[in-house]
Nanobody, 122 residues
Framework: QVQLVESGGGLVQAGGSLRLSCAASTHTFSGYVLGWFRQAPGKEREFVAAISWSGSTYGDSVKGRFAISRDNAKNTVYLQMNSLEFEDTAVYFC?????????????????WGQGTQVTVSS
């Protein structure tokens, strides 16, 4: 069992930046794949990015603007969001799975944080 706590959400103008953090309570953090997903009102949960020990993948809508990273010493995964757009407004969730490769399917992640709101004003 691992608990995930997101932070860093807020209100930002279009074109601005935010960095989300997700702290995990586990002694085996390096063995987890960490993912970021988002969900806007009335829409399905969308894959944003995921990172394993060997690499990362991104959803098409955020490629080139967002960057995922992890600090295994701090049990924390980050999502740097640049050039934010109104369409990025959503609740952002951190998720984790014990695996060696990233995957974009949210049903593959058994552990989830409570989410943090990101609102981009146009």
């Amino acid at each position: 069992q691992v608990q995930l706590v997101e932070s860093g959400g807020g209100l930002v103008q279009a074109g601005g930046s935010l960095r989300l953090s997700c702290a995990a309570s586990t002694h085996t953090f390096s063995g987890y794949v960490l993912g970021w997903f988002r969900q806007a009102p009335g829409k399905e949960r969308e894959f944003v990015a995921a990172i394993s020990w060997s690499g990362s993948t991104y959803g098409d809508s955020v490629k080139g603007r967002f960057a995922i990273s992890r600090d295994n010493a701090k049990n924390t995964v980050y999502l740097q969001m640049n050039s934010l757009e109104f369409e990025d407004t959503a609740v952002y969730f951190c998720a984790a799975r014990v695996a060696s490769r990233t995957i974009a399917d949210p049903s593959a992640y058994p552990y989830w944080g409570q989410g943090t709101q990101v609102t981009v004003s146009s």
